[in-house]
């Protein structure tokens, strides 16, 4: 069997992956708080945990593999975002604009993840599903002494948990002096950070032993993961930016309310999508949406292609350039294999390249080396989600081809009489030079956009 090597973030280094059981791996991913629509830079661990789901499903067999990502559909963004149409003479409840937020913001994200070519995982729960589950977590945290209730709200005791800040490698004391902790009236010691808090009227509520409220967003992740995955499983990821605190919060909460597992064993994190040098994100406006780049006319597999050049664990940027190259190598790679079947399996060495750390950069210079066998070519750039059937349609771009066929049997006819076919000649080579499939026969004439067909380039009907 291939063997599998990862960059574990727990032990901040490569290591042989193994799973706890080959038959069943398991694996989870945080996902999105469904409030709006995803920049691109939330669609860099979509892109990396595919490829790696993909890997899985090579190795160990594509029944053997469960991988989870949630939806975070109880957040104080969601909720102020809903208060914003309210505000702005939305109709409904606020309960009720927030539903259909959060389930019209996941139509947008499957549409969009989707266009990028990503799997659905095997499970995406929403975390309002699953509030019995993160109840009884707290409840079990409270009863060993990891958590205490506090004017409606309960609080992780982070002092109670030894190994607190081993994954990201910083200390209890390091994390006070640094990080921007709130002090609270209902806080021991202002590093405990809120598993519940109380809801008023207007806002999502449950009830539960410390009245009505809703959870915390830590939480969220240790109940559903806990709930398809079990107390321990193979691999966790995320976002280097969710490393701490909320990575660092799950395992305490975890590891503490089922002593018995040991919870994530591997920890893969992706570096940041960035603008110059900063993280794209939400709260410092530098962003757009994987939206946006599609109604560009940015097909999303080209898209794709962009984020496999760069190793995830190493920051990277978007640029315009970088599209267009892209875009050109997929535009010569499908012409190679269109109407070619795949290879019944993939190149060793793309599995070899993967199985060192998702080494996607090393993995597409191996299928520019084999270029030559358009089958294999196919076969192998799938481990990546690329030149997939279902993936292909901006290739050939529709078009109207119909007066420039007009035009090109008006010439024909003209040709014929005069007994000079220079003028069909140089139209039908302007045609093929803008990608266009020209079919002359006693019948007529027929175009059909072909392979790097251009629509810019078409020639003018004079
Ligand atoms: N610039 C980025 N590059 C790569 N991954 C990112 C980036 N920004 C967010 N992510 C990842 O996107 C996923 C979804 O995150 P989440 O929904 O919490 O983001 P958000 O709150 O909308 O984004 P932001 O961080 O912009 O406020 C997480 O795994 C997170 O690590
Ligand atoms: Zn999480």
Sequence with gaps: MTELRLHNSKTRRKEVFAPIDPDDVRM????????????????RPVVVFDVLYRLLRHVYGEDSVTY???????DDKINATAKARKDAGAEGTLEQLIHERTVETIGWYHADMDALGALR?????????????????????ILSGHAYAKDGHVLFRVRSYQDYGALSGRSVDDMIAGARVEVAPFKEDPLDF?????????????????GRGRPGWHIECSAMSYELLGDTFDIHGGGIDLQFPHHENEIAQSCCAHP?????????????????GKKMSKSLGNFFTVRDLLDRGIPGEVIRFVFL????TKPMDWTAEKAA????????????????????????????????????AGALAELHAMTGDPALLKASARMLGLLEDHMGDWVAPKAD???HADHLAALRATAMQAKDFAPVDAFKAALLDAGVEVRMSKEGVELLPGVGFDPARLPPLN
């Excluded at 309002?128 to 945290?141: D, N």
């Design 309 to 312: 050049q760069t190793h995830y």
């Design 194 to 210: 809120v598993l519940w808090k109380p809801s008023d009227e207007e806002l999502p509520g449950w009830n539960s032993p410390w």
């Design 28 to 43: 989870y991913l945080c996902g999105p708080t469904v409030y709006d629509r995803a920049h691109l830079g939330n669609a």
């Design 401 to 403: 081809l119909t007066a």
């Design 68 to 74: 989870v990502r949630n939806f975070t559909d109880v």
């Design 325 to 360: 190259q892209a875009e050109a190598v997929l535009r010569k790679w499908r012409g190679l294999v269109a109407g070619i079947e795949p290879a019944p399996s993939p190149a060793p060495s793309v599995i070899a390249a993967l199985s060192d750390d998702l080494n996607t």
């Design 260 to 276: 018995e597992g040991s919870f994530a064993r591997y920890w893969l994190h992706n570096e940041m999508l960035q603008v110059e």
């Design 121 to 141: 995982p095997d499970a995406e729960p929403r975390a309002t599903a699953y509030i019995g589950a993160m109840i009884a977590m707290i409840e079990r945290l």
